[in-house]
């Protein structure tokens, strides 16, 4: 038999199951996609059968094409999403995802019970986002009395597949965090706000660190997965703090960047950033003692294609990505004087402010379409930079290496600008693609006592490409940096008046 870990991933838009060696080699990879709903404006939701059903086929497909011995079971899974169950079990409406954003109105309610965004800061160290679970609950207590009367316990997404695979019903510290009702500095549920909001406390799971086993495959789990009864699975961990470590980013000293859709900058972190003005998400990290910070923007990817498909009549003529950044590259760093501030769809961090506004400044008549394609892919940049101040306050002094993710990291034009503005070493690394069921799978690896623990993750995830910053070329940066660093401010008033102005046209 071929001993492996088994990592899956349960996402908004397919499950991922993965077999990884006991030398961190990932040996097979398999998807299996699914749909979500969104039955109103704002809203998302998805039947947790899916979930099930796609988990039991991608795991099925992999124990089919050789003969696996699954050494242990780590989960991973979107995060926040609300899965309701009664009193027989069963799950009482379709889950609320991540991305609902139906409870803003619920949100402020519970920030206002707690005293404003100070206490609320002080009782759980995060503010209440629209897509925590914690305001789901407080729409699903508002808006479906006779429903959540019948709800006896509340589940994220990959609890709900432990739940199915093991009868146990708990949860770990970094996908607790997500609720917005968990205290992160002392990992624990935070009754006090629960009392605040009136939620009872049963109705949340037991809640364990995230690479304790958490139960063992039950005979109901081999049926329906296929895994042998008594294989242990531990507790994993939300989706956006497990690929972390799936990057390599284990130990504090280390930044992750994302570049897809939205951006993302994530570290670890010795103790939890004090949060002020709720500007970045504090979680638990998976491993005990430590902790996870990310800023999450949601203009990035987004920006560029924004960009390429402005200046295209139809498909014909729309750019390619290679196409951009080779125009990109013929214009030298800093764009003469153009700065991009990328706030295209308002913004969330460094700037929690949905009336920002995206502008070029600094257009002189000099400039020419190339020097606009630039300076997007570096306007994404300074964003990135901007976060990673929040997210590690010594990083503009530090320079830390930057392990690069995301869909831009296919990119070396801007992982070569990553190195530049930061000012930093970048790499990606091995494995890093298959996000958060690599991660679970390491962190099966350290619960089933394989790997000792954070030091053996390293060698998982080798180095495949760096990239080193330009001495000269990160001169220009710094200084643009610093012009852009205060255009949000310069740029409030006017963007503020625009949206009212928007506001009243509609």
């Not at 019948?150 to 970094?174: H, Q, W």
């Not at 809640?207 to 063992?216: A, I, K, M, Q, Y």
């Not at 972190?269 to 990310?294: E, I, K, T, Y």
């Not at 099966?444 to 390293?458: L, N």
């Amino acid at each position: 038999m071929k001993a492996a870990f088994l990592g899956i991933d349960i996402g908004t838009s397919s499950c991922k199951a993965l077999m990884m060696a006991p030398d961190g080699a990932v040996l097979e990879t398999e998807t299996v996609a699914y749909p979500y709903d969104q039955p109103q404006e704002g809203w998302s939701e998805q039947d947790p059968a899916l979930w099930i059903d796609g988990a039991a086929r991608a795991i099925g497909s992999l124990l089919a094409r050789d003969d696996y011995q699954v050494l242990c079971v780590g989960l991973s899974g979107q995060m926040h999403g609300m899965t309701a169950l009664d009193a027989r079990d069963q799950v009482i409406r379709p889950a609320i995802l991540w991305n609902d954003q139906r409870n803003s109105v619920e949100c402020d309610e519970i920030t206002a019970l707690a005293g404003g965004l100070d206490g609320l800061i002080g009782l759980v160290n995060n503010p209440m986002l629209p897509g925590f679970t914690g305001g789901k609950i407080r729409w699903f207590q508002k808006h479906e009395p006779a429903l959540f009367e019948r709800a006896k316990i509340i589940l994220n997404p990959k609890d709900y597949l432990r739940f199915r695979m093991t009868g146990e019903k708990s949860t770990e510290v970094s996908d607790a965090s997500g609720t917005g009702l968990f205290d992160v500095a002392n990992r624990r549920w935070s009754r006090e706000l629960l009392g605040l909001i009136g939620v009872d406390a049963d109705l949340l799971p037991d809640c364990l660190e995230s690479p304790e086993v958490s139960g063992r495959v039950s005979p109901q789990g081999q049926e329906i997965f296929g895994i042998p009864a008594g294989t242990p699975v531990i507790g994993g961990g939300g989706d956006a703090v497990i690929q972390t470590l799936g990057s390599g980013i284990a130990a504090p000293g280390l930044l992750q960047t994302t570049i897809g859709t939205a951006g993302i900058v994530a570290t670890a972190l010795d103790a939890p950033l004090p949060n002020s003005a709720g500007r970045v998400q504090v979680s638990c990290n998976v491993f005990p003692d430590l902790w996870h910070c990310m800023g999450v923007s949601l203009n990035a990817g987004s920006a560029l294609s924004w960009w390429r498909q402005s200046h295209a009549e139809d498909d014909a003529t729309l750019l390619s990505f290679d196409d951009l950044s080779a125009q990109a590259g013929t214009v030298s760093p800093g764009c003469d004087g153009l700065v991009f501030v990328p706030y295209l769809m308002g913004e969330r961090c460094p700037w929690p402010d949905p009336a920002a506004r995206g502008s070029f400044v600094g257009l002189r008549s000099h400039h020419r379409l190339a020097h606009f394609h630039r300076s997007v892919f570096e306007g994404v940049v300074f964003s990135l930079r901007d976060m990673a101040c929040l997210v590690d306050p010594g990083t503009s002094e530090a320079s830390p290496v930057i392990h690069a993710s995301g869909g831009g990291a296919s990119s070396a034009f801007w992982n070569q600008l990553q190195a530049d503005i930061f000012g930093s070493e970048v790499v990606t690394t091995r494995n890093a693609a298959h996000g958060g069921a690599f991660g679970a799978a390491m962190l099966a690896a350290i619960g089933a006592g394989h790997w000792t623990g954070i030091e053996d993750v390293p060698p998982a995830c080798s180095v495949e490409n760096q990239w080193m910053p330009d001495a000269e070329t990160r001169g220009t940066f710094d200084r643009l940096f610093a012009i852009y660093r205060d255009l949000y401010g310069a740029l409030k008033t006017a963007n503020d008046a625009l949206s009212d102005m928007s506001q009243e046209r509609s």
